[in-house]
């Protein structure tokens, strides 16, 4: 159980375009959602906290009109990167809190697979 | 500020052979400390935690990372190495309250040689 999945896996587009990217999680409910940037061989960076509901919370140097995130749901939040540049090329992985805090095989947090972005 | 470091970009070990990934945090009152692996372009896969108790702990796939609270570290151990641990290690801290966000450190990258 608890599994996160992440579409597309793979976007290649053009600069100037924008690409949308969704996290599901299959099956459980997810209060909380948190979006994070890597970089070629680097750490994950927070991008944004996304809770249901309501508007989402972003890291400080992120722009918020750029990265554009939805939680319209328990189990979907959107990435949406407006207006893409090369330099927006990246992977992008989400991940999703268990909701009320709750443990599922003594994890609490679990991360979809990644989307790579390409921006020509 | 919540800080975690893992100083070996890389770590190679003979397969058989014990391995150790290091990892020391900063942070402010009790940590929540993890341990997850990714391997090429995946998601980051859940090892083991530990929130209190026991400072050995143990996860998946033989690992276990043990907790020391005077050296602030949180070093990720496996008795005897496989190929297949060959993935990228990342240590995670988050404080025990607030917002459930986790600061990682840089990640290891392990090497097992046959």
């Known amino acids: 159980g608890a599994v996160v999945s992440q579409h597309p896996s793979w976007v290649i587009c053009k600069s100037g375009t924008s690409v949308k990217i969704e996290c599901r999680s299959l099956?459980?409910?997810?209060?909380?959602m948190f979006w994070y940037r890597q970089f070629p061989k680097q750490s994950l960076m927070l991008m944004a906290t996304?809770?249901?509901?309501?508007?989402?919370?972003?890291e400080q140097g992120v722009e918020k009109d750029k990265f554009l995130i939805n939680h319209a749901s328990l189990t979907l939040s959107t990435l949406t990167v407006t207006s893409a540049h090369p330099e927006d090329s990246s992977f992008y992985i989400c991940?999703?809190?268990?909701?009320?805090?709750?443990?599922?095989?003594?994890?609490?947090?679990?991360f979809g697979p990644g989307t790579r972005l390409t921006v020509l | 500020a919540q800080s975690v470091a893992q100083p070996e970009d890389q770590v190679n070990v003979a397969e058989g052979n014990p391995l150790t990934v290091k990892c020391t945090y900063s942070?402010?009152?009790?940590?929540?400390l993890f341990w997850y692996v990714q391997y090429p372009n995946r998601g980051l896969q859940f090892l083991l935690k530990?929130?209190?108790?026991?400072?050995l702990v143990k996860g998946s796939y033989g690992f276990e990372a043990e907790f020391n609270k005077s050296q602030t570290s949180f070093h990720l151990k496996k008795p005897s190495a496989l190929v297949s641990d060959s993935a990228l290690y990342f240590c995670?801290?988050?404080?025990?309250?607030?917002?459930?966000?986790?600061?990682f450190g840089t990640g290891t990258r392990l090497k097992v040689l046959a």
């Open positions: 991940s999703a809190r268990v909701l009320a805090g709750g443990i599922v095989g003594d994890n609490e947090q679990f």
């Open positions: 099956d459980f409910q997810a209060t909380t």
């Open positions: 996304s809770n249901e509901g309501s508007k989402a919370t972003y």
């Open positions: 942070v402010s009152g009790n940590p929540y």
């Open positions: 530990y929130i209190t108790g026991d400072n």
């Open positions: 995670a801290v988050r404080s025990p309250s607030g917002t459930y966000k986790y600061i």
